[in-house]
């Protein structure tokens, strides 16, 4: 199985802050990688897939960049509406798998 | 629009079962897998397996295989996660997610909202 190592797995930041999520891959998995943003009792939202296409009506400040097995989610500048937890998920292979998760907070 | 809409909360007690159900509205059923994610409490997601609509063919991932089930109704476009002998540690929010490559890249999406199962006696 593919893991996906998230980090960092907990980041305190400030509005309008450069915010960069790491996920790193076991073994290669091209660019098939999404992003999702879930906040607390809510379903997870798709924001990014095929590693930098960003899903229609998710807001330009976020971008994900990456191939292979190095990954990158930016917010480019922290919005109230985006402190929440990020997961990365690969679709390369079966099963698929998820990171553990990157909570970013309020600082 | 493009939506899937989870059946409500349910309370369960050690050893008996449940079924979870996702019905699918605004697009062709058929042609988009579906999957199903579970989230324990305070945990992250955790993938259970996929059914293919058109076929109706499950796959489980390794943790899920015995007690799980997936199954379809296609003539309501809704598909069905089955858990038997429930465990305390089956409590969690399970989710229902279409699997797409539209735009050319495999995602996860839309999700449904969720169904909170708890196991408790």
């Known amino acids: 199985d593919i893991q996906l190592t998230q980090s960092p797995s907990f980041l305190s930041t400030s509005l309008g802050d450069r915010v960069t999520v790491t996920c790193r891959a076991s073994?290669?998995?091209?660019?098939?990688l999404a992003w999702y943003q879930q906040k607390p009792g809510k379903a997870p939202k798709l924001l990014i897939y095929?590693?930098?296409t960003l899903q229609s009506g998710v807001p330009s400040r976020f971008s994900g960049s990456g191939s292979g097995t190095e990954f990158t989610l930016t917010i480019s500048s922290l919005q109230p509406e985006d402190f929440a937890t990020y997961y990365c998920?690969?679709?390369?292979?079966?099963?698929?798998?998820f990171g553990q998760g990157t909570k970013v907070d309020i600082k | 629009q493009v939506q899937l809409v989870q059946s409500g909360s349910e309370l369960k007690k050690p050893g008996a079962s449940v079924k979870v159900s996702c019905k699918a509205s605004?697009?062709?059923?058929?042609?988009?897998?579906l999957n199903w994610v579970r989230q324990a409490p305070g945990q992250g997601l955790v993938w259970m397996g996929w059914?293919?609509?058109?076929?109706?063919?499950?796959t489980y991932a390794q943790d899920f295989t015995g007690r799980f089930v997936f199954s379809l109704d296609t003539s309501v476009t809704t598909a069905y996660l089955q858990i038997s002998n429930l465990k305390p540690e089956d409590t969690a929010v399970y989710y229902c997610?279409?699997?797409?490559?539209?735009?050319?890249?495999?995602?996860?999406?839309?999700w449904g909202q969720g169904t909170l199962v708890t196991v408790s006696s």
């Open positions: 605004g697009y062709t059923f058929t042609t988009y897998a």
């Open positions: 998920q690969q679709l390369n292979s079966y099963p698929r798998t």
């Open positions: 095929a590693a930098s």
């Open positions: 073994q290669g998995i091209s660019s098939d």
């Open positions: 059914i293919n609509t058109d076929t109706g063919n499950p």
């Open positions: 997610a279409r699997t797409s490559s539209d735009g050319g890249g495999w995602k996860f999406d839309p």
